[in-house]
Nanobody, 125 residues
Framework: EVQLVESGGGLVQAGESLRLSCAASGLTLDDYVIGWFRQVPGKEREAISC????????LYSDSLKDRFTISADHAKNTIYLQMNSLKPEDTAIYFC??????????????????WGQGIQVTVSS
């Protein structure tokens, strides 16, 4: 059974950094694409980034690629999202997601079957 567990969220001030972790079990990273999304209540889920470790492909949302970095640790079966220079508008629930490699785009919600429970990130001004 595939399980994804996010951690590392919390409350930070604008300009600070956070690193989110997505611990994956029941899957081998090289067989899956892992994505990060975020959602503000009442709004659609927004794609942030995805990583395909089998072919070393990383994609980012154009609006976030300058501040967010995705990475993978095969030894820990964990995907990270480093978020720098955080802004109040980054406040959201952050989710990681997974599905079998390959995906069509990797940055569309419906491509993913497996989702973590989400973790709150709050950025104060």
């Amino acid at each position: 059974e595939v399980q994804l567990v996010e951690s590392g969220g919390g409350l930070v001030q604008a300009g600070e950094s956070l690193r989110l972790s997505c611990a994956a079990s029941g899957l081998t990273l090289d067989d899956y694409v892992i994505g990060w999304f975020r959602q503000v209540p009442g709004k659609e889920r927004e794609a942030i980034s995805c990583i395909s470790t089998s072919d070393n492909v990383i994609l980012y949302s154009d609006s976030l690629k300058d501040r967010f970095t995705i990475s993978a640790d095969h030894a820990k079966n964990t995907i990270y999202l480093q978020m720098n220079s955080l802004k109040p508008e980054d406040t959201a629930i952050y989710f990681c997601a997974a599905d079998h490699w390959p995906l069509i785009t990797g940055l569309v919600e419906y491509e993913y079957d497996y989702w973590g429970q989400g973790i709150q990130v709050t950025v104060s001004s």
